[in-house]
């Protein structure tokens, strides 16, 4: 266990980092920094066609006519599709990632205001466009379903009449933990608090939004797909299974990705109208929606309408936790997650607290709102369990007059707990919280800042310090555990070392720009002893990659970065008997030390790993069994999740005469087990980070009473620009993860999930002198300033 | 219509659709898509290119009103092998993830440093305050750009030292700033 601040301020390049870890600039650098990044968008073909969607207008309605005439006749229209058109070839339906269908193109109803409607390809973008002005939709508007409190009343609007027997709104019931032994321990409480939250509906707005081009060739039938995918593998077999193609006729390229946050794991319509089009026309057809297309229409986060419930001792002492959940999944359940959790990882919503019982009941709606449920960076759900579990710790330290920081102290985990069995039946792997608060709270000067409070208090400013403390679960699976429609959740890696020693690795996971082709490389390197520079990482190409499930779920380290490790050890093995050939002596009797192999008590006897790849690849002899070459791959199914761990201080002023909050400082301590590269990991916190204060205080996608978006386009939805952050504080310690090969945790969205409740903890803390306990996100000025009049509202 | 305009120090003329859009132009007309799109409200600046050596949002500007202009788009922010200052900087200091948002803060910064070689944290926030990155939280992007005004800054020392032939400068050996955090 290591206990250091970290200050990334030392400049150097490459060439000073032949193996293993630690800062090391990114290989994929330089083509971003020339323009030369290649984006779905920027995919040109020859005889290329364009592809645009008609929308529905409005959130609920019965289609009773489309003429598509005037538009088939537009300058430049090569066709025009409609549901109906698609049905004839039993293609208007999809299975979502959660066993539900969804809609490619509306037949009977449109169901949320966006949902696909037609699609019309012509020979450039604007002609598409043009051309979808004059599709003629008649419409038969029904009543709405928008508020998921009423979705379930008698007579409320009935929205999926497309599934056979379904008489109500309701999308799935699901519990967790013990229910009498939850309520025992709230019988016997000293003290019991309550709290309504909703963490509402935002959406993760990638820069570049999601589009696809397909391009199918019909003399040999194979399909090629460059498209915004997160899990290129996953999404073929789909497309397989959707479309009826074999699958070793499909290929999926994810090229260079403009940022995913899971908004780009999900299938949407338009990838699948875009492989349509390609078929019907015999050309490469492009699909790229535009932003508010984005917005409206593709994966939501969030969405949570939820009571936490905490009991404890008069001391401090808690016991149990317990949370009952509305969730809202629009108008069809297109949440990514494994199957057999609904909820996604909620289950951890216990945190990172020593407690006796805990109890989840959770019911799940459809309303007409778009389809997703796990996206923006949210390690399946665990932003709202997180976000749940400090906000309700927070409102305990409040009623019993304690700090909060002393009060997660006193109920941490320890130490010697782990591997710990949660309440809830997760495993922790490792962790060591007590070092990592501590650390948070001398970065931030936590006696000093509250000592400040108490001054500007006492002058009528408003200044408040907000903790959280969460412990993350990433990697999934193990594949028994967790699938996406009957794919477990593992992932591949293969190695080759080519005659002259440089080396590939491929990869099932891929980079929407995490800098894998940085980190991998290191990994390797590490293991093989091979400098970065010479292993070429590829990935996001299904016909040159071995299958895996795809980055999301800050998955790709703990999962194929332990396949990567785990392949360099298998060549490194192999490497190991063909160097006993080499040195005649026996495998027993060598030493390794980084891409060296010495016979031990004659180190001026040994060979390199590039020597010996020119022998496993020339002419020379090989030790007996041992076939020529010098490669491997392997499928790695991790044992269990790795549980990174994190403690946040934020502070910020509210101005009283504005009610506008400014996040002043933030610290960060982040616990992500063995750090790989540094530099890579403090950019994924301060992203993190940055979406943290996005959603904490100005993100929401909001809906009138009649189903329309408020916010679908960045003019509505907020986003935090370089004026709304602060230069972030961050430190770590070092828990490795003790399943893992290298001792990694995935830290890609450790940020996202603990950064809202550190946020909304301060701005509680600096409404204090107006005795407000809570107001939800976004904690916009004038939602800050009705929670100082007392008139604080849940924003739906 | 037909339009003329100087891209990277190229003249070009090319026969396209009057409401055709600068950065369609660049992008699917010229093949340079190193220019990006992302909002359909000019929010975000991935489409930031120069106008007359100032960044305009090329989403809302007609292809036919830059006739007659310079356009300079990240392409042609290097000198030919050699990267700008701003780009050694983002590479130096992790200013970049996905690359999405890349070259228009780039060029919002470039033409920050060409006006103003030395500019504050404040300044530089307020520089790129009308461009949009998901990534990087902008922390990295704002140490990038002092990066770049740091090794100018002592590039330009060096060569005023170097003509009059006194002692080096405070450059290390590998020509990189030794200190550039503001």
């Given at each position: 266990m290591t206990t250091v601040h970290e200050r990334v301020d030392t400049f150097h390049d490459n060439d000073q980092k032949p193996v293993g870890y630690g800062r090391m600039l990114r290989k994929e650098d330089p083509r971003f920094l020339r323009g030369r990044g290649r984006y779905v968008d920027d995919v040109q073909l020859p005889g290329m066609l364009h592809l645009a969607i008609l929308r529905s207008p409005v959130a609920h309605a019965r289609i009773v006519s489309i003429d598509t005439s005037a538009a088939?006749?537009?300058?430049?229209?090569?066709?025009?599709?409609?549901?109906?058109?698609?049905?004839?070839?039993?293609?208007?339906?999809?299975?979502?990632?959660?066993?539900?269908?969804?809609?490619?193109?509306?037949?009977?109803?449109?169901?949320?205001?966006?949902?696909?409607v037609a699609f019309v390809v012509a020979e450039d973008r604007y002609a598409a466009r043009d051309a979808l002005e004059l599709i003629e939709v008649e419409y038969d508007v029904l009543d709405p379903v928008i508020d998921a409190r009423r979705a379930l009343e008698p007579d409320a609007p009935l929205i999926r009449d497309d599934l056979d027997g379904k008489t109500n709104n309701h999308c799935f019931d699901w519990e967790t933990g013990d229910e009498a032994a939850t309520e025992a321990v709230f019988a016997r409480a000293d003290v019991v608090v309550s709290q309504d939250l909703v963490y509402p509906r935002v959406h993760p707005a990638p820069m570049e939004t999601c589009g696809a081009v397909a391009d199918y060739d019909a003399v040999d039938g194979k399909l090629r797909l460059w498209s915004t995918t997160q899990a290129p593998h996953a999404h073929r077999t789909l497309y397989a299974i959707v479309a009826g193609l074999p699958e070793?006729?499909?290929?999926?390229?994810?090229?260079?990705?403009?940022?995913?946050?899971?908004?780009?794991?999900?299938?949407?319509?338009?990838?699948?109208?875009?492989?349509v089009a390609s078929i019907v026309t015999g050309k490469p057809v492009?699909?790229?929606?535009?932003?508010?297309?984005?917005?409206?229409?593709?994966?939501?986060?969030?969405?949570?309408?939820?009571?936490?419930?905490?009991?404890?001792?008069?001391?401090?002492?808690?016991?149990?936790?317990?949370?009952?959940?509305?969730?809202?999944?629009?108008?069809?359940?297109?949440?990514?997650?494994?199957?057999?959790?609904?909820?996604?990882?909620?289950?951890?919503?216990?945190?990172?607290?020593?407690?006796e019982a805990a109890y989840c009941k959770m019911t799940a709606v459809y309303t007409n709102k778009a389809?997703?449920?796990?996206?923006?960076?949210?390690?399946?759900?665990?932003?709202?369990?997180?976000?749940?579990?400090?906000?309700?710790?927070?409102?305990?330290?409040?009623?019993?007059?304690?700090?909060?920081?002393?009060?997660?102290?006193?109920?941490?985990?320890?130490?010697?707990?782990?591997?710990?069995?949660?309440?809830?039946?997760?495993v922790y792997d490792s962790g060591n919280y007590e070092p990592t608060m501590r650390l948070a709270m001398e970065m931030a000067g936590y006696d000093e800042l509250r000592r400040e409070q108490v001054e500007k208090r006492a002058r009528g400013e408003l200044m408040g310090i907000g903790i959280a403390?969460?412990?993350?679960?990433?990697?999934?699976?193990?594949?028994?555990?967790?699938?996406?429609?009957?794919?477990?959740?593992?992932?591949?890696?293969?190695?080759?070392?080519?005659?002259?020693?440089?080396?590939?690795?491929?990869?099932?996971?891929?980079?929407?720009?995490?800098?894998?082709?940085?980190?991998?490389?290191?990994?390797?390197?590490?293991?093989?002893?091979?400098?970065?520079?010479?292993?070429?990482?590829?990935?996001?190409?299904?016909?040159?990659?071995?299958?895996?499930?795809g980055t999301y779920g800050s998955r790709s380290t703990p999962v194929s970065g332990a396949a990567a490790a785990l392949v360099a050890r298998k060549v490194r093995d192999k490497a190991r008997i063909i160097a006993s050939?080499?040195?005649?002596?026996?495998?027993?009797?060598?030493?390794?030390?980084?891409?060296?192999?010495?016979?031990?008590?004659?180190?001026?006897?040994?060979?390199?790993?590039?020597?010996?790849?020119?022998?496993?690849?020339?002419?020379?002899?090989?030790?007996?069994?041992?076939?020529?070459?010098?490669e491997a791959q392997i499928c790695y199914n991790p044992s269990n999740l790795t549980y990174p761990h994190g403690a946040y201080i934020c502070v910020v002023d509210v101005d009283p005469g504005t009610a506008q909050v400014k996040v002043r400082r933030f610290i960060a301590v982040d616990d992500c087990g063995t750090r790989i590269n540094p530099m890579i990991i403090e950019g994924q916190v301060h992203g993190g980070l940055t979406d943290g204060v996005g959603m904490a205080l100005m993100e929401m996608i909001a809906f009138d009473e009649d189903g329309n978006c408020l916010g679908a386009s960045l003019m509505d939805y907020l986003i935090p620009t370089s004026l709304e952050v602060p230069d972030w504080e961050t430190g770590f310690t070092v828990t490795p993860s003790p399943h893992h090969p290298i001792g990694a945790k995935g830290v890609g969205e450790s940020a996202t999930v603990g950064s809202p409740p550190a946020i909304v903890n301060a701005v509680i803390d600096a409404l204090k002198p107006f005795g407000v306990r809570h107001a939800d996100m976004p904690l916009t000025p004038s939602r800050v300033w009705d929670a100082m009049r007392g008139q604080a509202r849940p924003p739906i | 219509m037909q339009v003329t305009m100087t891209v990277n120090d190229v003249e070009v003329t090319r026969e396209i659709e009057a409401r055709l859009l600068l950065v369609h132009f660049l992008r699917d007309v010229l093949g340079l898509t190193g220019t990006h799109w992302g909002c359909d409200t000019s929010n975000c600046g991935t489409c930031v290119v120069w106008m007359d050596g100032e960044p305009v949002k090329s989403?809302?500007?007609?292809?036919?009103?830059?006739?007659?202009?310079?356009?300079?788009?990240?392409?042609?922010?290097?000198?030919?092998?050699?990267?700008?200052?701003?780009q050694q900087g983002f590479m130096q200091c992790h200013g970049l993830q996905c690359g999405f948002c890349t070259p228009g803060m780039m060029m919002t910064a470039r033409a920050l440093l060409d006006r103003n070689p030395d500019p504050s944290e404040t300044e530089i926030r307020e520089a790129i305050s009308g461009q949009i990155c998901r990534c990087t939280g902008y922390a990295t992007i704002v140490r990038s750009v002092r990066w770049a005004a740091v090794a100018e800054a002592q590039a330009a020392a060096q060569v005023t030292e170097t003509t009059e032939s006194t002692e080096a400068g405070e450059i290390d050996n590998a020509g990189q700033p030794a200190e550039a955090v503001a």
């Open positions: 088939e006749a537009s300058p430049g229209v090569r066709a025009v599709v409609t549901g109906a058109a698609l049905a004839q070839q039993n293609l208007a339906w999809m299975p979502t990632l959660s066993n539900d269908v969804q809609a490619v193109l509306a037949t009977d109803k449109v169901r949320f205001q966006g949902q696909e070793h006729k499909i290929q999926v390229i994810a090229p260079d990705i403009g940022g995913g946050f899971g908004n780009k794991v999900p299938i949407y319509p338009g990838y699948v109208c875009a492989i492009k699909w790229m929606e535009d932003r508010s297309e984005n917005l409206i229409s593709t994966g939501f986060a969030r969405d949570y309408i939820m009571r936490g419930e905490i009991a404890a001792t008069r001391d401090g002492r808690i016991l149990g936790i317990r949370t009952n959940v509305l969730a809202d999944h629009g108008a069809f359940n297109g949440t990514a997650a494994p199957v057999k959790y609904p909820a996604g990882f909620f289950g951890v919503f216990t945190g990172s607290y020593d407690i389809p997703g449920g796990v996206a923006y960076a949210c390690s399946f759900r665990i932003t709202e369990a997180v976000y749940l579990v400090e906000r309700i710790v927070d409102c305990l330290a409040d009623e019993l007059g304690m700090d909060p920081a002393e009060l997660r102290l006193k109920n941490f985990i320890q130490p010697e707990q782990f591997p710990y069995t949660t309440k809830t039946g997760w403390f969460f412990t993350e679960a990433v990697g999934a699976g193990p594949r028994k555990d967790m699938d996406i429609l009957g794919l477990g959740m593992a992932d591949g890696c293969e190695l080759r070392v080519h005659p002259t020693g440089k080396a590939v690795v491929r990869l099932s996971v891929q980079s929407q720009g995490q800098g894998h082709e940085t980190t991998f490389a290191q990994i390797v390197a590490e293991e093989i002893g091979i400098p970065p520079a010479d292993i070429e990482v590829l990935h996001g190409d299904t016909d040159n990659t071995p299958f895996g499930l050939g080499m040195l005649e002596v026996s495998v027993a009797d060598l030493e390794w030390e980084k891409g060296t192999f010495r016979v031990a008590g004659d180190p001026g006897r040994s060979v390199t790993i590039q020597d010996i790849a020119l022998r496993a690849h020339g002419a020379g002899d090989l030790p007996e069994g041992i076939e020529g070459g010098l | 989403c809302t500007v007609l292809a036919a009103m830059a006739g007659g202009h310079q356009v300079r788009t990240v392409e042609g922010l290097a000198k030919g092998a050699e990267l700008d200052p701003i």
